[in-house]
């Protein structure tokens, strides 16, 4: 899942210095109050219906935009590993909120150009009309006027909607009821032509609706795109869960608001892509951090066979070297285990 050269995990220019224009003159001190109930909000597992104001938006905005942006272009990464020919000329966000994976997927996918939009929080959707009409990509600046971004619920608005090649829904299943995720994920299907992307906090619970999700897709007949590298039951057991993460830097304001002291953050996120048709495989997929240590390089790693700890003793020259470039979250192939 490593980055490539030009797919950053930070905000592209044009979407920061919207973000900047927005944000000034606004009290400091007052968005890092709203940042901070946001977060116990976010911790306690509650929803973005409680964003309304502008300083909710804003402080959402500068808080938690930047980390779901991030998690969206590493899941991008994560796909054109395992889906290179992967060229999506349409685009649906479902739970969209600001669009942030729509700034995401626009750097990814030069090939999207139809893009809609759905979200039921009127003040997030302002504001990423606003972000997109500023925005340096002509495609984006089409969504700017509105027509395109629908506004309500999700399960009221998808059946019957014209699918599209890629769809996203960015930390959008947390806002869906319990009882009703299994009906949101086929309509997330129904609305699929080619590639379902799905990503979730890397929270056990976040990992357990993704796992909810992959099942109903999985006996729908969607196949395995990432990050398993196969369709079976997740090996993983309580307490572990399987969750990824992908560093950011923090602007200044976002420190400020944040009331942060470290340059970067890391955001944890869990996800799943799957597809109509066959993607390539994964081959085994790094489930933390390796263990580098003086004598072995100790690797956890999800397979077709399940988990696996791979280890290679620094004697073995050229299988230490290898593992020490790999990184949490990166598909390996299966011969190089």
Not at 96 to 120: C, K, M, N, S, Y
Not at 320 to 325: A, I, L, T
């Amino acid at each position: 899942m490593r980055l490539s050269p030009d797919l950053s995990p930070d905000l592209p220019p044009d979407l920061k210095a919207g973000l900047d224009r927005l944000a000034h003159g606004m009290s400091r001190k007052a968005l890092a109050e709203r940042a901070a109930e946001q977060s116990r909000t976010y911790r306690a597992g509650g929803g973005s219906h409680r964003i309304a104001t502008i300083d909710d938006v804003l402080a959402y905005a500068f808080t938690r935009l930047p980390a779901t942006y991030a998690a969206a272009v590493a899941v991008f990464n994560a796909m054109q590993e395992t889906m290179p020919a992967f060229r999506p000329r349409s685009l649906l966000d479902v739970g969209a909120g600001p669009g942030t994976a729509v700034f995401a997927a626009v750097q990814a996918f030069e090939t999207v150009g139809d893009i809609r939009l759905i979200d039921a929080n009127t003040g997030l959707r302002n504001l990423a009309l606003t972000l997109m009409a500023a925005a340096d990509s002509e495609t984006l600046r089409r969504v700017g006027d509105g027509q395109s971004y629908r506004h309500g619920n999700a399960l009221t608005l998808l059946p019957g909607m014209e699918p599209a090649d890629l769809v996203v829904a960015n930390y959008a299943a947390g806002e869906i009821a319990d009882r009703e995720l299994a009906r949101f994920t086929q309509l997330l299907w129904g609305a699929t032509a080619g590639a379902l992307v799905i990503i979730e906090p890397g929270t056990p619970e976040g990992h357990g609706r993704v796992l909810r999700m992959r099942g109903e897709l999985i006996a729908a007949g969607a196949h395995m795109a990432a990050p398993c590298p196969h369709a079976l039951a997740c090996p993983l057991q309580p307490p572990d869960w399987c969750h990824f993460a992908q560093r950011l830097a923090r602007s200044r304001d976002h420190l400020r608001i944040k009331g942060a002291q470290v340059p970067f953050e890391d955001e944890k996120f869990s996800y799943v892509v799957l597809t109509r048709g066959v993607a390539r495989s994964a081959g085994a997929r790094v489930l933390a951090p390796p263990n580098i240590a003086k004598a072995a390089a100790t690797t956890k790693l999800c397979t077709k066979d399940g988990v696996v700890l791979d280890i290679a003793a620094r004697r073995d020259a050229g299988s230490y070297r290898q593992r020490k470039s790999w990184r949490w979250g990166d598909g390996v192939k299966v011969n190089e285990i």
